[in-house]
């Protein structure tokens, strides 16, 4: 072993949340090395929509570490240099089952720490002239979301904290063995104090043990880019609609959603079978990024089936007018799915820690998480 191969801390993963526990650690002053198997991250911190979705967190926990997450997103993003849009978010009703369910959110939740806002139909067209004016009932507007490039950011953050705070990168090094204070990947082996394993949807390498005893599983996204005929075309906030309200956490406690929940079945099935709800971003090349759909195995179908992308397009189609859409990427993603709880903090020997089980928002939470995890050293 090269006795130079030594540091504080050593992180497994070069996703959003292997970064944000590296930005912590520097932070505080460890000398930090991060491993990532792939030359630059191909995971699904770089294939995601690219929203900080506070929203969607129920009360709590969830949107205290959401909120947070957000505010280290301002910073990072002001200071390593990367796009940022603080554009909100709307939720827009056509169906009376659809403002109830608006409505009833809104009431409970009125002193839980979202910044919510209910817009008749003209209000909402003020937002965004995108959306579907005909049969709107009004939307819900929430000004604590925000949208970066995915792409772009986290390809921007290593390269800033090595700049910055001296982070040391492995890009191109999967860990094969962890046995402290030593980890080895198939070309290095490092000394360190303590190692955080954030190894997204790869349960396979390290502790598989671990992974098995742990209620969690994939899920497969699909997704697609977008760009329109209309000219400087410019949605505002982030967009979405019905279906989303049976999708995130945060309504799950509204008792009108049975209602909506029972019509969207009988409308038509395949939202559910397919796991289909909208959410509509664009990045700041005025670009449109469009999905999802969820479906869940511990070994993913690598084939994308196009009958959901065209659910997606057309559920889609029925509340904005987006001029002619040509389809210009379309891709998957895969993130790990815990039942029962939004994060998986485990310790499975002294010194090690896996940081894992983020579902569908690593992006909204992994800067919080990771404060309050580097926080306990
Ligand atoms: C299509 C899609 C849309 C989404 N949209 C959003 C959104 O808009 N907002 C939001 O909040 N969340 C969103 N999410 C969820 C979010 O992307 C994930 O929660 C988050 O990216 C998980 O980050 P991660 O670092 O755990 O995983 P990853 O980004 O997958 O990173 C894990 C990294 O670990 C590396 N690795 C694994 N094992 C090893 C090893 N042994 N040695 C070395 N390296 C290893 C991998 O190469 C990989 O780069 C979305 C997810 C998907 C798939």
């Given at each position: 072993?090269?006795?130079?191969?030594?540091?504080?801390?050593?992180?497994?993963?070069?996703?959003?949340?292997?970064?944000?526990?590296?930005?912590?650690?520097?932070?505080?002053?460890?000398?930090?090395?991060?491993?990532?198997?792939?030359?630059?991250?191909?995971?699904?911190?770089?294939?995601?929509?690219?929203?900080?979705?506070?929203?969607?967190?129920?009360?709590?926990?969830?949107?205290?570490?959401?909120?947070?997450?957000?505010?280290?997103?301002?910073?990072?993003?002001?200071?390593?240099?990367?796009?940022?849009?603080?554009?909100?978010?709307l939720h827009v009703a056509y169906h009376e089952d659809e403002w109830d369910v608006l409505?009833?959110?809104?009431?409970?939740?009125?002193?839980?720490?979202?910044?919510?806002?209910?817009?008749?139909?003209?209000?909402?067209?003020?937002?965004?002239?995108?959306?579907?004016?005909?049969?709107?009932?009004?939307?819900?507007?929430?000004?604590?979301?925000?949208?970066?490039?995915?792409?772009?950011?986290?390809?921007?953050?290593?390269?800033?904290?090595?700049?910055?705070?001296?982070?040391?990168?492995?890009?191109?090094?999967?860990?094969?063995?962890?046995?402290?204070?030593?980890?080895?990947?198939?070309?290095?082996?490092?000394?360190?104090?303590?190692?955080?394993?954030?190894?997204?949807?790869?349960?396979?390498?390290?502790?598989?043990?671990?992974?098995?005893?742990?209620?969690?599983?994939?899920?497969?996204?699909?997704?697609?880019?977008?760009?329109?005929?209309?000219?400087?075309?410019?949605?505002?906030?982030?967009?979405?609609?019905?279906?989303?309200?049976?999708?995130?956490?945060?309504?799950?406690?509204?008792?009108?959603?049975?209602?909506?929940?029972?019509?969207?079945?009988?409308?038509?099935?395949?939202?559910?079978k397919e796991g289909v709800h909208i959410l509509l971003a664009q990045n700041g090349q005025?670009?449109?990024?469009?999905?999802?759909?969820?479906?869940?195995?511990?070994?993913?179908?690598?084939?994308?089936?196009?009958?959901?992308?065209?659910?997606?397009?057309?559920?889609?189609?029925?509340?904005?007018?987006?001029?002619?859409?040509?389809?210009?990427?379309?891709?998957?993603?895969?993130?790990?799915?815990?039942?029962?709880?939004?994060?998986?903090?485990?310790?499975?020997?002294?010194?090690?820690?896996?940081?894992?089980?983020?579902?569908?928002?690593?992006?909204?939470?992994?800067?919080?998480?990771?404060?309050?995890?580097?926080?306990?050293?």
């Amino acid at each position: 072993m090269n006795s130079q191969n030594s540091a504080d801390i050593a992180i497994v993963g070069g996703g959003i949340v292997g970064l944000a526990h590296a930005y912590m650690a520097l932070r505080k002053g460890y000398r930090v090395v991060l491993f990532d198997r792939e030359q630059f991250a191909v995971g699904a911190s770089v294939r995601n929509f690219g929203l900080i979705w506070p929203i969607g967190q129920e009360p709590g926990i969830g949107l205290d570490r959401a909120l947070r997450s957000r505010g280290h997103w301002m910073e990072v993003a002001g200071q390593a240099g990367f796009w940022i849009n603080p554009n909100g978010s709307l939720h827009v009703a056509y169906h009376e089952d659809e403002w109830d369910v608006l409505n009833e959110f809104n009431t409970i939740y009125s002193d839980a720490g979202y910044s919510t806002r209910l817009l008749h139909p003209e209000a909402v067209a003020l937002k965004s002239a995108l959306v579907k004016k005909e049969g709107l009932k009004g939307g819900l507007w929430s000004d604590t979301e925000c949208t970066v490039n995915p792409r772009e950011a986290i390809r921007r953050i290593p390269l800033w904290l090595q700049e910055k705070y001296g982070l040391i990168t492995r890009f191109g090094h999967v860990v094969t063995r962890i046995d402290m204070p030593h980890v080895h990947s198939a070309r290095e082996s490092w000394k360190v104090d303590k190692v955080f394993v954030c190894n997204g949807a790869d349960f396979e390498t390290l502790y598989p043990e671990v992974f098995d005893a742990q209620p969690i599983t994939k899920c497969k996204l699909q997704m697609m880019k977008a760009v329109s005929s209309i000219d400087n075309l410019n949605i505002g906030p982030s967009l979405c609609a019905g279906l989303t309200l049976r999708h995130y956490a945060a309504f799950s406690k509204c008792a009108s959603l049975t209602k909506l929940d029972e019509r969207y079945d009988t409308l038509n099935p395949a939202y559910k079978k397919e796991g289909v709800h909208i959410l509509l971003a664009q990045n700041g090349q005025g670009e449109l990024i469009i999905g999802d759909s969820h479906h869940y195995s511990k070994t993913v179908e690598p084939f994308d089936n196009e009958e959901v992308n065209e659910l997606i397009l057309g559920y889609l189609d029925s509340f904005t007018q987006l001029g002619d859409l040509k389809i210009t990427e379309r891709w998957h993603g895969v993130y790990p799915k815990l039942k029962g709880d939004i994060s998986m903090v485990v310790e499975p020997e002294p010194d090690v820690t896996i940081v894992n089980g983020l579902g569908g928002a690593g992006m909204t939470l992994s800067f919080g998480l990771a404060e309050e995890v580097i926080g306990r050293l």
